[in-house]
């Protein structure tokens, strides 16, 4: 999962979709269990300004099953830009983030190098637009990764994120 992705294919095939840039870099590399990964998501168009920063820690739950537990950073923009420059991330430690409680991503194995998986139901609380919840789907290749993040009001009806399908982010 760490490195650069893009979603211009998409974009530039189907309007209803924007060019975004997604980076992931490994963090907390001390730590003996599971991987962490600094992630940071903007429009190609305001790189600088990423509209999602977050720590993805990744660990085996049992045999069938990898977790990605999401994690929110406190002030995330002394951050902006650690996927390219390390040093700005060597002070982020695992408790110094907050737990996105309910919106870990649950990924099975489909194939020898596919993993896909999903945010558990309703849980994964979300204030963003007049959301209730969100829920997010995703399936993980060698060459790139697909993410559906959709917002839900209390009546379940889709205030976010893409109508269609999940964005097609393609391993620079």
Not at 79 to 89: I, P, Q, R
Not at 122 to 149: H, M, N, Q
Request: glycine share 8%; charged share 30%; hydrophobic share 30%.
């Amino acid at each position: 999962m760490a490195g650069e992705f893009s979603s211009e294919a998409q974009a530039k095939s189907d309007p209803d979709y924007i060019h975004i840039k997604l980076r992931m870099t490994p963090v907390i590399k001390s730590s003996s269990d599971g991987y962490w990964l600094y992630v940071e998501q903007a429009v190609a168009s305001s790189e600088d300004k990423p509209y999602r920063q977050r720590v993805y820690h990744l660990y085996i739950l049992d045999d069938t099953t990898l977790v990605s537990k999401v994690f929110e950073i406190k002030n995330p923009q002394q951050y902006t830009g650690g996927w390219k420059d390390e040093s700005k991330l060597t002070i982020i430690t695992a408790d110094s983030l907050v737990d996105r409680q309910g919106c870990g991503i649950y990924l099975h194995k489909q194939d020898k190098k596919i993993y896909s998986g999903s945010t558990p139901g309703k849980e994964c609380l979300s204030s963003l637009r007049g959301a209730a919840y969100a829920t997010s789907k995703v399936k993980i290749y060698p060459d790139k990764l697909i993410s559906w993040d959709r917002g839900w009001n209390r009546e379940d009806k889709q205030v976010w994120g893409a109508e269609k399908g999940g964005y097609i982010f393609l391993k620079k």
